[in-house]
T-cell receptor, first 116, second 117 residues
Framework: AQKITQTQPGMFVQEKEAVTLDCTYD???????LFWYKQPSSGEMIFLIY??????QNATEGRYSLNFQKARKSANLVISASQLGDSAMYFC?????????????FGQGTTLQVKP | GAVVSQHPSWVICKSGTSVKIECRSL??????MFWYRQFPKQSLMLMAT?????????EQGVEKDKFLINHASLTLSTLTVTSAHPEDSSFYIC?????????????FGPGTRLTVL
């Protein structure tokens, strides 16, 4: 069964508008971490934001925020005030357990295109 | 901080040859490094996890003898694709995890594009 699901293969957003990228996960662990990475066409993976399963507040990093709904097992990424440079592929990932190997399981990715 | 480099950034080789890819953590010590493979427009597939000074742990379906991983020091891991064939052509990305960071974020290298002719 897919542990990380990103149901939006592609998304369009107008420049300066906000966009939400969906991510749902499946785990029986109580302790886990959720990550979002951005991959531009150059291929590098850029870490954006992290949410721990015990964190009560939603994580925020500049224009990025993570809408964490634990009961629904969702960890959506919200990008505010989209910029042309935000056009890229975005991956949601989960690390199960703490002090484990730290393996990340990635979703299928969402390609975001920002329109001028 | 938290910079990971990979070398080479791209390589073209003939079928049957071996290719070595280096992954270095430049400003931190990485107790664990990971190697991923990515096909165009697809997600990252974890190939193996390597810890300094011990044997790598390979994911199911990944041939250990074909993809040799050596984590020689706390800042260097290498992936050698032995007897490469065209189906090994892919984008290979490494990541490194600082032992003491909170959260235990992985930092990725820029990737290596391998083309086997």
């Amino acid at each position: 069964a897919q542990k990380i699901t990103q149901t939006q293969p592609g998304m369009f957003v107008q420049e300066k508008e906000a966009v939400t990228l969906d991510c749902t996960y499946d785990t029986s662990d109580q302790s886990y971490g959720l990550f979002w990475y951005k991959q531009p066409s150059s291929g590098e993976m850029i870490f954006l934001i992290y949410q721990g399963s015990y964190d009560e507040q939603n994580a925020t990093e500049g224009r990025y925020s993570l809408n964490f709904q634990k009961a629904r097992k969702s960890a959506n990424l919200v990008i505010s005030a989209s910029q042309l440079g935000d056009s890229a592929m975005y991956f949601c990932a989960m690390r199960e357990g703490w002090g484990s190997t730290g393996k990340l399981i990635f979703g299928q990715g969402t390609t975001l295109q920002v329109k001028p | 901080g938290a910079v990971v480099s990979q070398h080479p950034s791209w390589v073209i080789c003939k079928s049957g040859t071996s290719v070595k890819i280096e992954c270095r953590s430049l400003d931190f010590q990485a107790t664990t490094m990971f190697w991923y493979r990515q096909f165009p427009k697809q997600s990252l597939m974890l190939m193996a996890t390597s810890n300094e000074g011990s044997k790598a742990t390979y994911e199911q379906g990944v041939e250990k003898d074909k993809f040799l991983i050596n984590h020689a020091s706390l800042t260097l891991s290498t992936l050698t694709v032995t007897s490469a064939h065209p189906e090994d052509s892919s984008f290979y990305i490494c990541s490194a995890r600082p032992g003491t960071s909170v959260p235990d974020t992985q930092y990725f290298g820029p990737g290596t594009r391998l083309t086997v002719l």
